[in-house]
């Protein structure tokens, strides 16, 4: 199928308006193609279209989350906080659509229901659930690796007479919380932002904890001219060395180890990185992630900070950890112990048998019954492989992802599958996407498919695949490198744990943004080692 057999055929079809999908939409048109996205949503911007809980933030500095592409943009924009908002996050987004003039090319109210590959052309052709067919001659699937929320099957859930919402799927208009009984399931970082927010407002929150999180204080604070000016006269220099970081973060890594110094300056180093804000305190030394009693001694680092706000015994007995620190993400919060000390705020630690029911008044738990007005489920996503778990996607031979995929993701460099030839994935399962500063890493992505398909043009090539044996061994590599880490040790969502049934496969590549880029490199430069191009 060619543009004039069907005017919804492009070079290329992205799917997903997030961050991703937008670079990748810039630079492809820019390059030449002819290019389009599909986005469900009615609007752009992904995870801060859909995110617009209270206290919804970034937990990166943000000036490194935004795009480095054009340098102008980075001198026009003024971020506000150091951690902005989702609003103004989603003006970012928006900002960027309009200022390329990308609008048109977005088809919004589009779900992508399936997408199937077809030999003689090639092209893939895309089913939107209103009925609509798009096709190209490529894909590139920029979905998300936080986008399908995780809605656990609690019994009786559609019987709840109050309000009942997911964070990841927050309405578009305000949601008041004032004098009611609320209840948040979840104490990751998403049920840790709204929990520090709803608890000033409500009449009663109750918050049912199933794992309690290390959470380290954000200090957010607004930014003055002052900063925003250092930013722009500096950013070559800092966004470079950010570069070069393992996760592409703006806090330098100190390359010592936390059992080489003395406990007294272990927990100087500490408390600076604590006071620094943000997750500066898991790079404070090099070993935190690898050795455990390096770990230990984090952990005992801020579960002291803990015991020092935390007044009331047995909430604090609750609220302390108990899991290696930085195995799940960390979370960051804003006077997030400080909020057990409210007396509107009760915090109940689940059973082994969770949460029981949910009743049209409220919901049983450890056996009793806690009445509420509304219910927020901040239960996280279906993390890395979710929103293309949806998607019914058949590569050659109608083989299909979800059987490809049945023991866990395999991927060539979490760009692109064998058998699945020219779709490509913007931060999928073999990338170090979740495990980094999103934004170099999603430009990274969208730079490294773009000049692979100028290459492709210029060479005449109509079709590129990822080869089985250059994908096992990315594979092996990758889950070599995650079993020398702490990161094995608990049940997070990395390793697809938070999801009944989901096969336990630590998910991101583990191995760092600068090593990354440099095989990403080589491959390149040994003529797109590991793929099979075809005329
Ligand atoms: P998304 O922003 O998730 O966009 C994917 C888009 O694809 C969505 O709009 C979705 O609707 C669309 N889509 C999915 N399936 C289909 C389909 N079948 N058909 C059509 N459209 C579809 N990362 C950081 O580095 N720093 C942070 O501080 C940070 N904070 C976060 C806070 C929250 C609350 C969450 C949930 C994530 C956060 N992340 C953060 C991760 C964040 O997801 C990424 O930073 C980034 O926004 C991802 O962009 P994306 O374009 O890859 O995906
Ligand atoms: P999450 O980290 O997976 O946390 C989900 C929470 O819900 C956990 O406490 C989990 O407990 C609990 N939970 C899940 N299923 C449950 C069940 N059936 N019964 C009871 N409790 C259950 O999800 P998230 O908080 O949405 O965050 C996901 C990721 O998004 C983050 O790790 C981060 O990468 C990103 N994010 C970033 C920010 C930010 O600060 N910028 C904010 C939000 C999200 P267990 O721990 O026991 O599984």
């Known amino acids: 199928m060619k543009e004039e057999d069907n005017p919804l055929f492009s070079d290329v079809l992205i799917v997903g ?51 480095s592409f054009d340098e102008k943009l980075d001198m026009e924009w003024n971020w506000s906080e ?15 659509v309009e200022r390329y003039d990308l609008g048109a090319y977005i088809h919004l109210n589009s779900r992508v229901i ?54 990841g799927h927050w309405p578009k208009e305000k949601i008041d919380f004032t004098g009611r009984r609320v209840g948040v399931v979840g104490t990751g970082s998403s049920g840790v932002q709204v929990i520090q927010e709803v608890a000033k407002v409500a009449q009663k929150l109750t918050v049912f904890q199933r794992t309690a999180s290390y959470v380290v204080e954000a ?10 000016a250092y930013f722009k006269e500096n950013h070559r220099e800092l966004r470079s060395a950010a570069k070069e970081t393992f996760g592409g973060f703006s806090n330098i890594a100190n390359d010592q180890s936390a059992l080489s110094v003395s406990l007294e ?8 990185a604590w006071q620094a804000g943000g997750n500066s305190l898991l790079v404070s030394f090099n070993d935190l992630v690898f050795s455990a009693d390096a770990n230990k001694l984090a952990q005992d680092f801020v579960r002291d900070k803990i015991r020092a706000i935390v007044k009331d015994k047995e909430t604090l007995q609750k609220l302390i950890p108990h899991h290696t620190i930085g195995c799940k993400r960390l979370c960051l919060g804003t006077n997030y112990y400080e909020t057990y000390n409210r007396q509107n705020v009760c915090l109940i630690q689940l059973d082994e048998t969770g949460i ?77 996407s979740v495990l980094s500063n999103m934004l170099p890493t999603i430009e990274h992505h969208v730079d490294w498919i773009s000049e692979c398909l100028c290459y492709l043009r210029e060479s005449e090539v109509t079709v590129i695949e990822a080869d089985l044996d250059a994908q096992d061994t990315w594979v092996e590599h990758g889950n070599q490198i995650a079993a020398g880490t702490l990161r094995y040790t608990c049940s997070s969502w990395y390793l697809g744990a938070n999801v009944p049934g989901k096969p336990r496969v630590f998910m991101p590549y583990i191995g ?24």
């Not at 599909?38 to 989350?65: H, K, L, Q």
């Not at 009925?131 to 590139?140: A, H, N, T």
């Not at 095989?519 to 797109?528: D, F, L, Q, W």
């Open 17 to 67: 308006a997030g961050f991703a999908g937008i670079y990748m939409l810039y630079r492809l048109r820019e390059k030449g193609f002819s290019a389009a996205i599909i986005e469900t949503g009615s609007g752009v911007g992904g995870t801060w279209y859909w995110n617009r809980y209270p206290g919804a933030r970034c937990d990166v500095d943000n000036m490194f989350y935004s795009y």
């Open 82 to 96: 150091r951690y902005p908002t989702q609003t103004e996050i989603l003006e970012y987004a928006n900002h960027v």
């Open 114 to 167: 399936s997408a199937r590959y077809l030999d003689d052309g090639p092209y893939w052709l895309l089913q939107v659930e209103d009925g609509r067919q798009f096709s190209s001659q490529f894909v590139v699937m920029a979905t998300g690796c936080l986008s399908a929320a995780n809605l656990p099957a609690f019994p009786g859930t559609e019987t709840f007479s109050g309000r009942l919402y997911h964070t």
């Open 219 to 228: 200090f957010n604070h607004r930014l003055t001219d002052e900063d925003r």
């Open 265 to 272: 300056e272990c927990q100087q180093k500490f408390e600076r």
């Open 356 to 432: 029981q029911r949910v009743t049209p008044e409220g919901v049983i738990a450890n056996g009793t019954e806690f009445e509420l007005d509304d219910l927020i489920l901040a239960t996280g996503f279906d993390a890395m492989t979710g929103a293309l778990a949806k998607i019914n996607i058949e590569g050659r031979d109608g083989l299909k992802l979800r059987d490809a995929w049945a023991a866990g993701p395999r991927t060539y460099l979490g760009l692109m599958t064998h058998n699945f030839p020219n779709f490509f994935t913007v931060t999928g399962p073999g990338s170090p």
């Open 512 to 535: 760092g943004m600068p090593a990354y880029r440099k095989i990403c490199e080589n491959v390149v430069s040994r003529g797109y080692e590991g793929f099979t191009l075809r005329a």
